[in-house]
């Protein structure tokens, strides 16, 4: 039976029909996958490793350890466990992107978008643009922690807690969890990490929250709607209250990315290297090479480079609105 009927479907219909199969596709999905890894999770936790994490979590809170130590500890714990374990929770992670985000936004595009993969944006390439995506990826991560603030004026991790029973401290320790799960190990290397850790969810994300989502919305609303709209789901889906801002001004910087500079590589540029800082400051961390220095002076120096950075899309967005059609 053919599915073409479901391309004249009102727009607000393909909306609600989207976000429910999304949901449920994360919810099953993700089901699967922690019974998956769920002994491994066990045996970490009920080991000597998982007093450290528990201890390295309360530590960090109370500004014992800097971030250089931090890394440094999680480095020790990844070596005193077994790869294999790991590296079974990594791959499995890695599918459940491919299948829900990746493959998932493809299916979407294919049941609901007239064009189907054609409704996808890559008509702007400038070699400038890319470079620019990428001093964007660079300074954002500051305006996204900076967000975080929100959090607490309005009492998300509050809500978190009370709702969820997930306080400071269980965050923490989930954090230092996936560190230890993901960051490389004696028999997974730092390329397969990157790929797995950076690469596949941002091409995957991407696809389906920009590429998709954004875009779908637009046509029911307008754009900056679409934007905002798609980030606030972008940022539930992370299931973090805490970290609800980051992740939402993540995606509207990346929304207006995509709708300013009609290209999906620049949002995908920009999620690929928000994703893989964390395993370069690791790096930097453990081999005792400190790039950067986290001052004021860097701080300042992020929010001019992030101003400069998106005037230079929305100029590009004026100068070029042919693109729009």
């Given at each position: 039976m053919s599915l073409?009927?479901?391309?004249?479907?009102?727009?607000?219909?393909?909306?609600?029909?989207?976000?429910?199969?999304?949901?449920?596709?994360?919810?099953?999905?993700?089901?699967?996958?922690?019974?998956?890894?769920?002994?491994e999770i066990n045996f970490i936790e009920d080991s000597s490793v998982g007093n450290r994490v528990k201890q390295l979590a309360q530590d960090q809170l109370d500004k014992k350890v800097d971030d250089i130590d931090f890394f440094k500890e999680i480095q020790k714990l990844i070596q005193e466990t077994d790869s294999s374990i790991l590296n079974k929770a990594f791959y499995v992670q890695i599918g459940y992107n491919l299948v829900v985000f990746m493959g998932l936004s493809l299916v979407l595009l294919k049941l609901f978008q007239v064009n189907e993969l054609k409704s996808l944006t890559f008509k702007n390439k400038s070699i400038i643009l890319y470079l620019v995506a990428f001093v964007l990826a660079i300074s954002v991560p500051q305006l996204g922690n900076d967000a975080t603030y929100i959090n607490e004026l309005i009492g998300l991790d509050v809500l978190q807690e009370f709702f969820l029973g997930i306080d400071d401290l269980d965050d923490k320790k989930s954090l230092i969890s996936q560190y230890i799960l993901f960051f490389p190990n004696v028999d997974r290397g730092w390329i397969i990490t990157v790929i797995g850790l950076a690469l596949i969810p941002a091409v995957g994300e991407e696809l389906m929250f920009r590429g998709y989502l954004m875009k779908l919305i637009s046509q029911e609303s307008n754009y900056?709607?679409?934007?905002?709209?798609?980030?606030?789901?972008?940022?539930?889906?992370?299931?973090?209250?805490?970290?609800?801002?980051?992740?939402?001004?993540?995606?509207?910087?990346?929304?207006?990315?995509?709708?300013?500079?009609?290209?999906?590589?620049?949002?995908?540029?920009?999620?690929?290297?928000?994703?893989?800082?964390?395993?370069?400051f690791y790096y930097s961390a453990i081999s005792g090479k400190a790039f950067f220095e986290f001052n004021s002076s860097y701080i300042f120096l992020c929010y001019i480079l992030f101003c400069l950075s998106i005037l230079v899309f929305y100029l590009n967005f004026k100068r070029n609105k042919h693109i729009i059609k």
């Open positions: 073409n009927h479901l391309k004249s479907w009102p727009i607000n219909q393909k909306i609600i029909a989207s976000i429910a199969i999304l949901i449920f596709s994360i919810l099953v999905f993700g089901g699967i996958s922690g019974l998956f890894i769920q002994e900056h709607n679409g934007i905002a709209i798609s980030a606030s789901i972008f940022a539930l889906v992370h299931f973090n209250f805490s970290n609800f801002f980051y992740y939402f001004v993540l995606g509207v910087v990346m929304g207006y990315v995509y709708y300013w500079g009609k290209n999906l590589f620049y949002p995908i540029i920009i999620h690929f290297v928000n994703n893989a800082l964390v395993v370069f």
